[in-house]
T-cell receptor, first 114, second 113 residues
Framework: KAGVTQTPRYLIKTRGQQVTLSCSPI?????VSWYQQTPGQGLQFLFE???????NKGNFPGRFSGRQFSNSRSEMNVSTLELGDSALYLC?????????????FGEGSRLTVL | AQSVTQLGSHVSVSEGALVLLRCNYS??????LFWYVQYPNQGLQLLLKYTSAATLVKGINGFEAEFKKSETSFHLTKPSAHMSDAAEYFC???????????FGTGTRLQVFP
């Protein structure tokens, strides 16, 4: 079956702009998580959605937001971009065994903020 | 709060040598532990996981890890490194109380011919 799909794969924005990233989970997966990956901070948890509800949230400012649609597709939005937001944003989905189940990752969206 | 510590941000081995990547965890309740691998320009892929069954866990590509509660460790090993093992490896922890997966800072493995 198809894996986790993230779009776009690469994008360049300037400071102050906003960006929306999209994630389509594996068919049947209702949980979608977002992570920010940077060389200095590693993988940091942004938030997780399950059945259109945000279930967990990391320690990121309110400029970072997300949502999940009824078909489990998820989007994350970053407003008022800062240089430090340059990162690889990874989306992951998992099935019903949310604690012990495997996270399936997409290839990420690489955001560069100039 | 849970956390994982990966000792050594970079590890270099020769092809055919033993690979040992270290991970120590902190958790107030029994943990579930994972190792993921990330190849360049790709997402993360699960290598193996420990979920309170056998303490020695075998994964893909010849990797294995042993859960040692007394040492709060979950080190990743492979008897003989291959050039294709060069990648970044992440240890992660969660538990039955939460569905948030916490990752370590990663260890980049280099394999020399």
């Amino acid at each position: 079956k198809a894996g986790v799909t993230q779009t776009p794969r690469y994008l360049i924005k300037t400071r102050g702009q906003q960006v929306t990233l999209s994630c389509s989970p594996i068919s049947g997966h209702r949980s979608v998580s977002w992570y920010q990956q940077t060389p200095g901070q590693g993988l940091q948890f942004l938030f997780e959605y399950f059945s259109e509800t945000q279930r967990n949230k990391g320690n990121f400012p309110g400029r970072f937001s997300g949502r999940q649609f009824s078909n489990s597709r998820s989007e994350m939005n970053v407003s008022t971009l800062e240089l430090g937001d340059s990162a690889l944003y990874l989306c992951a989905s998992r099935g019903l065994a949310v604690n012990t189940g495997e996270l399936f990752f997409g290839e990420g969206s690489r955001l560069t903020v100039l | 709060a849970q956390s994982v510590t990966q000792l050594g941000s970079h590890v270099s081995v020769s092809e055919g040598a033993l690979v040992l990547l270290r991970c120590n965890y902190s958790s107030s309740v029994p943990p579930y532990l994972f190792w993921y691998v990330q190849y360049p320009n790709q997402g993360l892929q699960l290598l193996l996981k420990y979920t309170s069954a056998a303490t020695l866990v075998k994964g893909i590509n010849g990797f294995e890890a042993e859960f040692k509660k007394s040492e709060t460790s979950f080190h990743l090993t492979k008897p003989s490194a291959h050039m294709s093992d060069a990648a970044e490896y992440f240890c992660a922890v969660t538990n039955y109380n939460t569905d948030k997966l916490i990752f370590g800072t990663g260890t980049r493995l280099q394999v020399f011919p």
